[in-house]
Every structure is written in structure tokens, then in C-alpha cells.
């Protein structure tokens, strides 16, 4: 994606559209959080995900700026769209603040921990897919710093918890969190290859179930005793009986 212009653009205000949201659920979480620790850095996670929304703005007008002349207007596709619709969750995995009064604190930072846990690993992968691009690859590097801090500090409130006597509350809880995300990658790999996949049963039934038939009516016409009158001599004979 990033050799392709309009692609960069896109994805990147998709990445700002995602930790913008993602800002705005936490704010919304803190709120609610009893924990005074907690709160103070839920504070900074979501300044952090503000000044990340922020920074890939910035770029992406820098460049669709740039690229003016090679971006078109047209819809880039689900496959570009990071902010999939998940129950519950925002596109970048986190509890909203509803489903964090039904849930706990537990298993909203778990879901948290585990969120982070997979935005390291993206931005890394994109930090190593855009050396050729010193100021995109600046910005992943930057973020991947914060998204290190965001995965130490929700693994440590998960390692207290486990020491005061609530370690079934956070397997489950992650074990819940990793279970929705692998069950909503799935729901999009179906998504997004559900043309293609619609293609091949397509063209696999043709060649199994209807060339079969359609040979064997053939066959069975070939097999009849006597032969249709020629389209003229039929058409002669229907105008005769009138």
C-alpha cells in the first residue's frame, strides 16, 4: 500500500480516523475508573492516541496535497476501512464506556492490553515497510514508543490484579479479548474474500453440476427418434394453417 499514493492517503487517515475514536473511548472510560493510578495513565494513553489521530492527519494532507492529481474521489473499499464495526468495541478493539460498566475495569484493560498488544505489532510492521518515506516512517516510530508504554502499563495493572487474588478475572478477561478479536478477524477475512470465494463456487458448480446436465440434455436430444423440421420448413408450416 505504500507505493501506491492514493492507497498512503487513505490508510493513513483511516489510522487517524481509529485512534481518534479510540482517544474519545478512553476519555469517555476514565471517567468511570475507580482506580486513581489507573486513571492517571488512561489520561495520557488518550492524549497519546489524539496526538497519534493528530500526526497521521497531518501527513496524509501532506501527501494527498502532493498526490492531488492522482487521487480520485472514489470509495477506496472495506479493505481500507480500519474502523470495522465490532459489538461493543471501537475499531481499534477498545470496551466503550457502556460496555465498561457492564464489564469491570478487569476486562476493559485487558481488552486494552491486548488492543495495544496488536497495534505494536502493526506500526512495527509498518515502521519496517516504510524506509523510502523518512517522514511516514518517523511518525511509526514515534507512535510504536507510546504503543510500548500502552502495552507495559496495562500488563501491569493485569499483574497486580493477579497478585491480589484475581487472576481467574483476568484469564477470562483475556482469554475473552483475544477470542473477540480472532472471531472478528475472521467475520472480515470472510468479508473481504467473499467475492473471490463466490467466484470460485461459482466456477467450480458450473463445471460439476451444470456442464454435466447440460451435456446430458444434449445427449438425450441427440437420441430422440426423428429430427425437427429446419426453422424455415416450421415457420412455412405454422403460416400454412392460417
Do not use: C
Not at 510492521?125 to 507510546?146: N, R, S, V, Y
Not at 483476568?170 to 467466484?199: C, D, P
Amino acid at each position: 500500500m505504500w507505493a501506491d499514493p492514493v492507497r498512503k492517503v487513505l490508510t493513513l487517515e483511516s489510522f487517524s480516523r481509529t485512534e481518534e475514536d479510540g482517544g474519545r473511548d478512553i476519555v469517555a472510560a476514565m471517567q468511570r475508573v475507580q482506580d486513581t493510578d489507573l486513571r492517571m495513565h488512561l489520561e495520557r494513553h488518550a492524549r497519546d492516541e489524539v496526538r497519534h489521530a493528530d500526526l497521521f492527519r497531518r501527513r496524509a494532507a501532506v501527501l494527498r496535497a502532493a498526490a492531488r492529481s492522482h487521487t480520485t474521489a472514489e470509495d477506496p473499499g472495506a479493505a481500507l476501512d480500519l474502523a470495522r464495526g465490532r459489538a461493543g468495541q471501537n475499531a481499534h478493539g477498545f470496551f466503550t464506556a457502556g460496555v465498561l460498566e457492564e464489564k469491570g475495569e478487569i476486562a476493559y484493560v485487558a481488552m486494552l492490553h491486548v488492543a495495544e498488544v496488536k497495534a505494536r505489532d502493526i506500526f512495527a510492521m509498518h515502521a519496517e515497510l516504510t524506509p523510502d518515506d523518512p517522514e511516514t516512517h518517523l511518525i511509526f516510530t514515534e507512535i510504536l514508543k507510546d504503543e510500548k508504554y500502552h502495552v507495559s502499563y496495562t500488563g501491569k495493572f493485569l499483574e497486580k490484579w493477579r497478585q491480589e487474588g484475581y487472576s481467574r478475572e483476568v484469564r477470562k478477561a483475556l482469554r475473552a479479548a483475544r477470542g473477540s478479536r480472532f472471531l472478528q478477524s475472521w467475520k472480515n477475512l470472510g468479508l473481504r474474500s467473499g467475492a473471490g470465494i463466490s467466484r470460485v463456487v461459482l466456477y467450480l458448480f458450473y463445471w460439476t453440476l451444470l456442464l454435466p446436465f447440460g451435456l446430458i440434455a444434449r445427449l438425450r436430444n441427440r437420441a430422440e427418434p426423428g429430427n425437427p423440421l429446419p426453422v424455415k420448413d416450421a415457420a412455412r408450416a405454422l403460416r400454412s394453417q392460417y
